[in-house]
């Protein structure tokens, strides 16, 4: 499938159609733009330890420091 919008459309929304963010610039490897990316996440590691969301950052920015290298 090929995503090419945001898909984030928020809690708020609880039911469709949903109007989802449609931002192209989108995280690397994701279906978030860069904005929203950090909101799913944290949303699904709600449970999860501070420990938890500091690794999945560091993993983050090494994707978003790759990607700035190379851009293929
Ligand atoms: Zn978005």
Redesign the pocket.
């Known amino acids: 499938m090929m995503i090419t919008g945001?898909q984030?459309f928020g809690a708020e929304q609880t039911r469709g159609p949903y109007k989802v963010?449609g931002?192209t610039n989108l995280w690397p490897g994701k279906s978030?733009?860069d904005?929203?990316v950090w909101r799913v996440y944290q949303k699904n590691t709600a449970k999860g330890t501070s420990r938890k969301n500091k690794a999945i950052e560091r993993e983050m920015a090494d994707i978003k420091r790759l990607e700035s290298i190379d851009h293929e």
Do not use: G, R, S, V
Request: hydrophobic letters at 0%; glycine letters at 0%; a negative charge.
């Open positions: 945001c984030y963010c931002c978030y733009c904005e929203h």
